[in-house]
């Protein structure tokens, strides 16, 4: 089935630690997106990529970082920069920007 | 800057009765607009969009949205709603063609009485 995997589900997290979130894709999707999203704030745009070894901040990429080397793989890094890390993680892809986005699952990150 | 207004945060109604939850984009260009659902836990599903053309649009599931010009609006409609429609509902627009990334409301929760 074609579809997008985020793993883990749930991750837990010490303070002043890394942590790499997974996504990946079978959709033969050129773009692909993180988003974070926390109660009462709907979907807040981290980091996108159009294109391969391309990507892009979104409007809360301070503490994240990602990168893009293969076309199905766009990994999540929250850093110990990011001051409140718990949140959900919820990835997408698309044919390409300006069309609809089709999400994963989400990784709910708690830091502990 | 480009934004999506949902302006209820939380709706209830009767299991059976009809629904609609509003959804308000900027006003300027018309974005390509779109809603999902969310059960708790889980990530967003598409139930339908708009690009252009006809103004009702229908989705999965037995929704349909109306887009309206004039007010600037895309609200999602439902004619009887059934238990398992609880969920939270956002609305999305897309800014800009190919050149825009998705914006999203803040969402509305449904609730649904027996």
């Known amino acids: 089935d074609g579809g997008i995997t985020q793993s883990p589900k749930y991750l837990f997290r010490k303070e002043g630690q890394n942590v790499t979130l997974s996504c990946e894709q079978n959709l033969n999707h050129d773009a692909m997106y993180w988003y974070r999203q926390d109660p009462g704030q709907g979907l807040r745009l981290i980091y996108y990529?159009?294109?391969?070894?391309?990507?892009q901040k979104g409007d809360i990429a301070e503490g994240y970082s990602v990168s893009r080397e293969k076309k199905e793989s766009f990994p999540l890094t929250v850093t110990s920069a990011q001051k409140n890390p718990t949140a959900f993680y919820l990835c997408?892809?698309?044919?390409?920007?300006?069309?609809?986005?089709?999400f994963g699952q989400g990784t709910r990150l708690t830091v502990v | 800057a480009q934004s999506v207004t949902q302006p209820d945060i939380h709706i209830t109604v009767s299991e059976g009765a009809s629904l609609e939850l509003r959804c308000n984009y900027s006003y300027g260009a018309t974005p390509y607009l779109f809603w999902y659902v969310q059960s708790p836990g889980q990530g967003l599903q598409l139930l339908l969009k708009?690009?252009?053309?006809?103004?009702l649009v229908q989705g999965i599931k037995g929704f349909e949205a109306e887009f309206k010009r004039s007010q600037s609006s895309f609200n999602l409609r439902k004619p009887s709603v059934h238990w398992s429609d609880a969920a939270e509902y956002f609305c999305a627009g897309v800014y800009g063609g190919s050149q825009g990334n998705l914006i999203f409301g803040k969402g509305t929760k449904l609730s649904v009485k027996p």
């Open positions: 997408a892809s698309s044919i390409g920007s300006g069309t609809e986005a089709f």
């Open positions: 990529s159009q294109i391969v070894n391309d990507f």
């Open positions: 708009y690009f252009s053309g006809d103004t």
